[in-house]
């Protein structure tokens, strides 16, 4: 995989981690027109996310075309210090799948 | 040829099966994901798929943040959190949408049920979120009045 899609900043502090992730995505809807052709441009949006912290998914979330293009989450979980890593899987409607590292601040 | 974008996404709410159909029909579901639900054009169907009853209970313990006036639907800041243990999802339904369910979160024990997310919206419309928690649908709902809609371009 080439470039990272997602942006995350986690923090760990007083047993929690609270995770801030943005991902670079068009999330398009599937109900905008190609100006030039008049043709409807399909849907191609992040469906599924998980978040894995130690083998254990920490949270998930499925998305549907109403999520902002670039989608931001937010939340927090149990555990979690200071340099150990998260994992991110993004699913995306086309079948194109990945997963991310990202340390915990 | 011109088709102002009104119509466009009135067209698109009211008949297509446009969109989800074509695009998505081919591809094999994600177990997680829910097909059904999230193409359901009506709020009560994409809850009937989602959670397999559309019983909701209204409830105070179940808090949802999002702007009274929303400038620009295509990027409208929900938050939903609850207070409540048990919570095992939460979901975020737009009734206006062309297809009203946006997101559903699944939150783990240790996860704390406090998510919040960018969300788009159509039209002036009740935004709903529903949180399952022990097996039982709490839901808060809020109207967001919004001036530019984020569905059509």
Redesign the interface.
């Known amino acids: 995989m080439a470039k990272k899609m997602l942006k995350v900043k986690a923090k760990a502090s007083g047993g929690?981690t609270k995770v801030k992730l943005m991902a670079k995505h068009i999330m398009e809807?599937?109900?905008?027109?190609d100006k030039k052709t008049?043709e409807?441009i399909?849907?191609l949006f992040i469906?599924?996310l998980t978040v894995k912290y130690a083998d254990?998914?920490?949270?998930?979330?499925?998305?549907?075309?109403?999520?902002?293009?670039n989608?931001?989450?937010?939340?927090?979980?149990?555990?979690g210090a200071s340099g150990d890593e998260l994992s991110m899987t993004w699913?995306e409607?086309s079948?194109k799948t990945g997963t991310e590292l990202a340390a915990i601040k | 040829m011109s088709i102002d974008r009104r119509t466009v996404v009135k067209a698109i709410a009211m008949g297509g099966a446009l969109m989800g159909a074509s695009v998505l029909m081919p591809r094999i579901a994600l177990a997680a994901w829910s097909k059904e639900a999230f193409e359901a054009k009506e709020q009560t169907a994409a809850m009937k798929a989602l959670f397999g009853s559309d019983g909701l209970e209204e409830s105070a313990e179940v808090n949802l943040k999002a702007p009274d006036i929303a400038e620009n639907g295509a990027v409208v800041p929900v938050t939903v959190t609850s207070s409540m243990s048990g919570v095992e999802s939460m979901s975020i339904f737009i009734e206006g949408n062309p297809s009203p369910l946006a997101a559903e979160f699944m939150i783990p024990v240790g996860t704390k049920a406090d998510v919040s997310t960018r969300v788009r919206m159509g039209k002036t419309t009740k935004v709903t979120a529903v949180v399952k928690a022990n097996g039982k649908l709490y839901s808060a709902a809020k109207e967001v009045k919004v001036t530019i809609g984020g569905c059509g371009g």
Request: aromatic share 10%; proline share 8%; net charge positive.
């Open positions: 929690k809807s599937g109900q905008r027109k008049g409807l399909p849907a469906q599924n254990k998914v920490v949270f998930e979330a499925n998305l549907g075309p109403a999520i902002s293009k989608p931001y989450l937010s939340f927090s979980f149990d555990g699913t409607n079948g």
